[in-house]
């Protein structure tokens, strides 16, 4: 069966620190991967979905980027943290319509 | 760009209570929607799911959503209540193809009083 495996949980970064939140799924080859935030009151976000490797889409502008070294690795970067990072970041992974969704990495960014 | 509205921000009930979430979209194509539970501290779980056919969808847990296409909209109801019902609730729609994208609305927190 498919699993996702997203890490950390929780995590407390400096303003102006780099990030780096990582996610991997197993059991599936060539999903679709996404990133979503959930900021309070503002529901989930789309950031980044990639359909293969080396292949990103961004759907808003902001301070974040993402990455996909390999087919079922899908990164979530930032050089320097902003304030406004803070929030609730979910990968997903999806093949063909129906998404599945890791445990979640609250950031806050103090 | 697609949209998803939920329109209530916060609902607050008594157990056995009826509910009904609303959610309306914008996508004029072929869509796909869904709706998300989020149980406190746990992660998003599919509550169920429309892609053709009978527009009365039936979920987990008691929960069904009817599709009206010509309202646009994906309601999703319980005809009573939990304790353990409380949690947020996220409608969503696939925009379609294989590289479309699940859009979600901003989310509807349930709170359910024993």
């Known amino acids: 069966s498919q699993t996702i495996h997203q890490w950390p949980a929780t995590l407390v970064q400096p303003v102006g620190s780099p990030l780096s939140l990582e996610c991997t799924v197993e059991g599936t080859s060539n999903p679709n991967l996404y990133w979503y935030r959930q900021a309070a009151g503002r529901g989930l976000q789309l950031l980044f979905y990639s359909v293969g490797i080396g292949q990103i889409s961004s759907e808003v502008p902001q301070n974040l980027s993402a990455s996909r070294p390999q087919d079922r690795q899908f990164i979530l970067s930032s050089k320097k943290l902003l304030l406004s990072d803070s929030g609730f970041y979910l990968c997903a992974w999806s093949y063909g319509i129906e998404a599945f969704f890791g445990q979640g990495t609250r950031l806050t960014v103090v | 760009a697609q949209s998803v509205s939920q329109h209530n921000h916060h609902v607050i009930l008594s157990e056995a209570a009826s509910l009904e979430l609303g959610c309306n979209y914008s996508?004029?194509?072929?869509?796909?929607l869904f709706w998300y539970v989020q149980y406190p501290g746990q992660h998003l779980q599919l509550l169920l799911k429309y892609f053709s056919g009978d527009p009365l969808v039936k979920g987990i847990k008691g929960f069904e959503a009817e599709f009206i296409k010509s309202k646009f909209s994906f309601n999703l109801r319980k005809p009573s209540v939990q304790w353990s019902d409380t949690a947020e609730y996220f409608c969503?729609?696939?925009?379609?193809?294989?590289?479309?994208?699940?859009?979600f609305g901003k989310g509807t927190k349930l709170s359910v009083k024993p």
């Open positions: 969503a729609v696939y925009d379609g193809g294989s590289q479309g994208n699940l859009i």
């Open positions: 996508y004029g194509g072929t869509v796909n």
